[in-house]
């Protein structure tokens, strides 16, 4: 096939966190891609449990400085990046103070989600992107992988939709199992909109958005899906049946799929 540029959004990528079925695959992709040829960028959260000493961050001065506005609030873009040593691929990371940085991941010290998962999610898609923008850097492929990056779909097909960065990429979507306790809130929907992302495009669903309805926006806004893991919620499966979106079943031999179904999306 024709080597391609990807783009890879990741909620969680080993080993920044721990090992489970999405920070492996998040790990394991992006290198595979890259030894097939394949031009990759890879981006995450950076979450506060990374340790940046370690993990050898440093912050990306040219690509840093954004302001991003969020439920009438400035919030300042910070991009950081670091090698995995083991692949050579590397791996930026969207910072910022009150979202990332000084937090855990998706769950506070005593386990709750964070009541503002949902502005995080906003932040961390429109953070990436405006940063692959500032790369000059224009993707075939956005691959999106962990409920965190859901809203990217929806951003690529509607707010960026004419950006030449984003004009003639594909979406895929990657379905995990949920690692999401509660609903985003009410104002989560508010705060999505943003330029041709308007609300009305989010009339059809609940106002309390979860971890399904996360999925079903997702998949209504991706040209293809992929089932990750063995154990998906049945009801996004069936949704992207009734969607008529191509999907890639599950297989733990991964590489030569997920090539093949890029190439034919």
Same mark, same amino acid.
């Given at each position: ?5 990807? +783009? ?13 079925? +999405? ?14 040829? *394949?031009?990759?960028?890879? %981006? ?15 912050? =990306?001065?040219? $690509? ?10 400035? *919030? ?16 930026? %990371? ?5 979202? @990332? ?22 932040? @961390?898609?429109?953070?990436? $992107? ?7 850097? =224009? ?5 999106? #992988?962990?409920?965190?990056?859901? =809203? ?23 379905? @995990?199992?949920?690692? +999401? #306790? ?29 971890? $399904?309805?996360?999925?079903?926006? /997702?998949?209504?806004? !991706?040209?293809?899906?992929? #089932? /990750? ?9 069936? *949704?992207? #049946? ?8 599950? !297989?733990?031999? @991964?590489? /030569? ?9």
């Amino acid at each position: 096939m024709a080597k391609k540029k990807i +783009l890879f959004i990741n909620q969680e990528i080993s080993p920044y966190v721990e090992d489970n079925k +999405l920070s492996v695959m998040g790990r394991e992709l992006p290198r595979v891609m890259q030894e097939l040829g *394949h031009e990759i960028r890879t %981006f995450m959260p950076k979450w506060g449990t990374i340790n940046e000493r370690r993990g050898q961050l440093h912050e =990306v001065q040219r $690509l840093s400085g954004m302001n991003l506005i969020i439920d009438e609030t400035d *919030h300042p873009l910070i991009i950081k990046v670091a090698s995995i040593q083991s692949s050579h691929v590397a791996v930026y %990371f969207i910072d910022n103070d009150d979202y @990332f940085s000084k937090r855990k991941m998706i769950t506070d010290e005593s386990g709750e989600d964070y009541p503002d998962n949902g502005e995080r999610a906003i932040f @961390f898609a429109r953070g990436v $992107l405006e940063t692959v923008k500032k790369l000059r850097w =224009v993707p075939d492929v956005i691959h999106c #992988q962990g409920w965190m990056s859901a =809203v990217v779909p929806l951003y690529v097909k509607t707010a960026y939709a004419d950006e030449p960065s984003y004009a003639n990429c594909k979406v895929v979507t990657s379905l @995990f199992t949920n690692n +999401l #306790q509660k609903d985003l809130g009410t104002k989560f929907k508010r705060c999505l909109a943003f330029r041709e992302a308007k609300s009305e495009l989010l009339e059809d669903y609940n106002d309390n958005f979860d971890f $399904l309805e996360l999925g079903k926006m /997702a998949i209504d806004y !991706s040209d293809g899906v992929i #089932q /990750a893991d063995s154990e998906v919620n049945s009801k996004l499966l069936d *949704h992207v #049946q009734k969607k008529g979106i191509p999907i890639l079943p599950y !297989s733990e031999d @991964f590489a /030569a799929g997920y090539e093949e179904f890029y190439d034919n999306i």
